[in-house]
């Protein structure tokens, strides 16, 4: 069989290359009967089993983690040319930082390599349209991986057709902690900008209160001590005679006095400070309160819709801290396989099984 280059020049086809078309082509058509049933929009992934993978060969576990990889690119492939919008893969921990250095260290300097891969002109990412966020706690990454990590996002953010979610030293218990306490954060910022644009407001208005309750209560407070100073010097309900007022004050010749307004000054000014308080109460009142959606728009995997799949390879049928918030109504499948085992017939097979209970998956979602 003979091709043509862009010269117009003969070229030969390898077999190879031949074998590759012929599979292109048989896949093609493959998700095209997919596609008349429902595809998932969200795919997740816990890459489980490369050790085991090596151990299985008997060869290194750093060689197991790359064959992870070539699986990883292949998936991908299969869920761009299957319409899947968002991908997301599990592909390291926080407790995964608590094995041994060395390993750690192996892993990390693998974590580099590939994002520094994506990077390139020809990656995947970019002949793919594809955007990459990576999501946890950024800060345990050694600086070079957080750096490389950040240019990657900072690359791939004009492009549009798949979503893929790196998610690096995260665990699901971290993601819930640090959007419980953004929620707090926020809703405690909010409350102290409005009490401060309010305090003002508050105290003036408790002030107006206390006035008008003063202005009702000194003519009684008047009555009640004059009488009151009437009774002390001689004991009869009339005013005595030779008592006199002299500044406001009512003194009686035996040099008793009831000074009414010191007591109703004394009066106002407790009013006054209880008029600042009501002004409080009245904004304590109004306490604020964290709904679900303060706490959603804070996670880490706000940026993508919930899962419509989660496959964790290997057989295990364990979250292990991956995604619990976000899994409560998807579709979770567990093949044998190990990860750098997982190919075509594996995602094919998921998404039939999601078909199937598709109509199930939705009248959940819709009971929530």
């Known amino acids: 069989m003979v091709r043509y280059d862009d010269a117009g020049g003969a070229a030969a086809t390898t077999p190879t290359q031949l074998l590759e078309s012929l599979s292109s082509f048989m896949r093609r058509c493959l998700f095209r009967v997919l596609a008349v049933g429902p595809i998932p929009h969200h795919f997740a992934f816990i890459m489980d089993g490369n050790r085991r993978y090596a151990k299985k060969l008997n060869v290194e576990e750093g060689a197991g983690h790359k064959e992870g990889f070539s699986s990883l690119i292949s998936v991908l492939k299969y869920c761009y040319e299957l319409g899947v919008k968002y991908v997301t893969i599990y592909a390291f921990s ?88 953004e929620s707090c954060k926020n809703k ?48 009869a309900i009339e005013r005595v005679k030779g008592t006199e007022d002299i500044n406001g004050a009512t003194v009686c010749t035996d040099g008793v006095s009831c000074d009414y307004k010191s007591e109703a000054q004394a009066l106002r000014a407790g009013r006054i400070g209880n008029g600042v308080t009501e002004g409080f109460e009245e904004k304590q009142g109004n306490n604020p309160i964290i709904n679900l959606v303060d706490v959603e728009k804070h996670m880490y995997m706000a940026v993508a819709p919930d899962p419509d799949i989660l496959m964790r390879s290997s057989g295990e049928t364990r979250l292990s801290n991956f995604l619990l918030w976000q899994t409560s109504n998807c ?38």
Request: proline share 3%; net charge negative.
């Open 94 to 181: 926080i407790d995964n930082f608590q094995r041994k250095p060395a390993e750690v260290q192996n892993l990390m300097d693998l974590l580099l390599e590939k994002i520094n891969e994506l990077l390139k002109e020809q990656s995947i990412v970019n002949l793919y349209g594809i955007r990459v966020y990576f999501i946890g706690n950024l800060k345990f990454l050694s600086e070079p991986v957080r750096v490389a990590a950040e240019e990657v996002m900072m690359a791939t953010a004009r492009n549009s057709k798949v979503v893929l979610l790196v998610c690096l030293a995260y665990t699901s218990a971290d993601e819930i902690v640090h959007a419980v306490q």
């Open 188 to 235: 405690s910022d909010e409350s102290l900008a409005v009490n401060a644009n309010q305090v003002s407001n508050g105290v003036i208005n408790g002030a107006e209160k206390v006035e008008k309750i003063y202005s009702l209560m000194v003519p009684s407070i008047e009555e009640s001590c004059k009488e009151k100073a009437s009774r002390v010097c001689n004991g």
């Open 331 to 368: 579709l979770l499948d567990s093949p044998a396989a190990l990860w750098p085992e997982i190919g075509l017939w594996h995602l094919v097979w998921t998404v039939l099984n999601f078909q199937r209970n598709h109509s199930f998956l939705e009248k959940k979602k819709k009971q929530l």
